[in-house]
């Protein structure tokens, strides 16, 4: 591999650079085209924000320890730094932090300053340069000539964008048609828009399935046989770590099948939601007997002995869903009436469930982007917080303060209590706005963190709170992100910490 890595960290800041979608994809099917057929499945994993090995053990206290000058001329190829990160990897034992240093050292040393920023960045998850999976997609196939289509279904069925990139550069349309679903390998999951409401749900997919949307943890299961293997949605496999679940895919009545669905704790009536915090710890233990507590519900079947269903219509799939899975099945309602949706989707919250998820009844089975036949819809919940810290951006948003440090008041009148960051629902002219504001009222530097006056009031969106021993006042907030500044509001007139606790469920 001799392409210098130069070249695609350059790539990676012109797409960074660009909030065009068509800039992007013409910088990345550029880079593409110009690569050797044995860099494709590494530039890809790169520039879609993580090495195709994965993670290596790597965090950002180790990164932070080591500083070393920038070289002054590029010098490493891509072929160089996919060694460096194959070597990280292998540290393992007696040893391997020292090891891991000097490799560190060793790639750095020989990197210009914007190389190590993205070599840095990559490693630590912190790569936001716009070059997702469904940009990604688009650029493979400009730069193979070949439908986009093609290059989605492929990525799905294989589950490896990079790899499906190597095989539309090398063989065409021809070969992704070959790509099949096979049990045992994982299928990139559908994914859902949103939508404000029920009604506007309906009225976008028509005749729809409204389904109870479970606060779990998304699982793809694959059974051949006595062979049973379970993912993430990120395609991880987590088999070993739910027995229970395995043990009650092995008595349902089908040999081989594939089934989307979610796994969560469950109170003892099993049809409320345990806290979704407990089920996510018990999820990312290693252990089984961790996993224990865990059940499944199943909301689609993309393969049944020998026979893809990826095609057929929704309310096809779901017949036969039922068949396999019996009750635990997610229930769910086939309507094209608002009243009667809208009814199923209250059930549902106050069973303590999330929302619903409104599907067109004849939608077929697809990735690679947010489809419009699929809807979720949910509750949003906003709370008014004071901005106390922020970090500033990289990528796209260098130069910028971008990421908000977030504190809810004392209602004891003490310092504001943090609750969480958010850098998401930021616009540019936002972003520039919130820069010299806040900058305005800095009182400390820390890093890459600045510290500010607790002056400004901004009001967040999010999907509830959770437990955290992470902040002080023993909160989180999930999937927090910014609406808007309320400047007609003082610090005195943000929630209080005994506010944002009250949203645990």
Avoid at 38 to 67: C, F, K, N, Y
Avoid at 297 to 325: C, S, Y
Avoid at 370 to 381: L, M
Avoid at 466 to 488: C, H, I, M, N, P
């Amino acid at each position: 591999m001799t392409t210098l890595f130069a070249s695609l960290v350059a790539t990676s800041d012109a797409v960074a650079s660009t909030s065009k979608r068509t800039e992007k994809i013409a910088a990345l099917a550029a880079l593409l085209q110009s690569l050797d057929v044995s860099e494709i499945e590494t530039a890809v994993a790169m520039l879609a924000g993580a090495p195709r090995q994965g993670r290596i053990g790597v965090g950002w206290r180790t990164l932070h320890d080591v500083s070393v000058p920038a070289a002054p001329a590029p010098s490493l190829t891509i072929g160089d730094i996919d060694a460096s990160i194959d070597a990280l990897a292998a540290c393992s034992g007696a040893g391997s932090n020292a090891e891991r240093t000097r490799l560190l050292t060793d790639v750095l040393a020989r990197a210009t300053e914007a190389e190590q920023s993205f070599y840095r960045r990559m490693l630590t998850g912190e790569l936001r340069q716009g070059a997702l999976e469904g940009v990604m997609n688009d650029a493979v196939a400009r730069a193979a000539s070949v439908p986009v289509a093609a290059v989605r279904r492929a990525a799905m069925l294989g589950g490896d964008l990079a790899r499906t990139a190597c095989i539309a550069l090398a063989s065409g349309e021809a070969g992704l048609a070959e790509v099949r679903l096979e049990v045992g390998r994982p299928v990139l999951p559908m994914l859902a828009a949103t939508s404000a409401d029920v009604a506007s749900a309906v009225a976008d997919v028509g005749l729809a399935s409204v389904e109870w949307k479970l606060d779990g943890a998304r699982i793809q299961v694959h059974r051949n046989g006595d062979d049973v293997r379970l993912f993430t949605r990120n395609l991880n496999e987590v088999t070993s770590r739910l027995p229970s679940i395995v043990a009650g895919v092995r008595a349902m009545p089908a040999r081989s099948f594939v089934l989307d669905g979610e796994a969560m704790g469950w109170l003892e009536d099993e049809t409320r939601p345990g806290v979704f915090q407990d089920t996510m710890s018990s999820f990312g233990r290693q252990t089984g007997d961790a996993g224990a507590s865990l059940g499944a519900r199943f909301f689609d079947v993309l393969h049944v002995d020998g026979e893809d269903l990826l095609d057929r219509p929704l309310v096809e799939r779901q017949a036969v869903l039922d068949r396999i899975v019996g009750p635990l099945a997610i229930p769910r309602v086939v309507t094209t009436d608002v009243a009667t949706a809208t009814a199923f989707a209250d059930d549902a919250l106050a069973v303590g469930h999330e929302g619903v998820m409104v599907k067109a009844a004849d939608s077929v089975y697809e990735a690679g982007r947010r489809g419009s036949s699929w809807r979720k819809v949910k509750p949003v919940r906003t709370l008014d917080l004071v901005v106390i810290g922020v970090e500033w951006g990289s990528g796209r948003r260098r130069g910028w303060l971008s990421n908000l440090h977030l504190g809810a008041r004392d209602p004891a009148g003490g310092p504001f209590v943090m609750v969480g960051k958010t850098f998401k629902g930021l616009t540019d002219a936002l972003l520039q706005w919130q820069t010299e504001q806040l900058l305005a009222r800095k009182i400390g530097e820390e890093g890459h963190v600045v510290w500010v006056r607790p002056e400004l009031v901004v009001e967040i969106a999010l999907d509830g709170v959770q437990r955290s021993t992470r902040y002080s006042g023993g909160v989180a907030l999930r999937f927090a992100r910014v609406k808007r500044y309320r400047e007609d509001k003082s610090p005195a007139d943000a929630d209080t910490i005994d506010a944002v606790r009250a949203l645990l469920r």
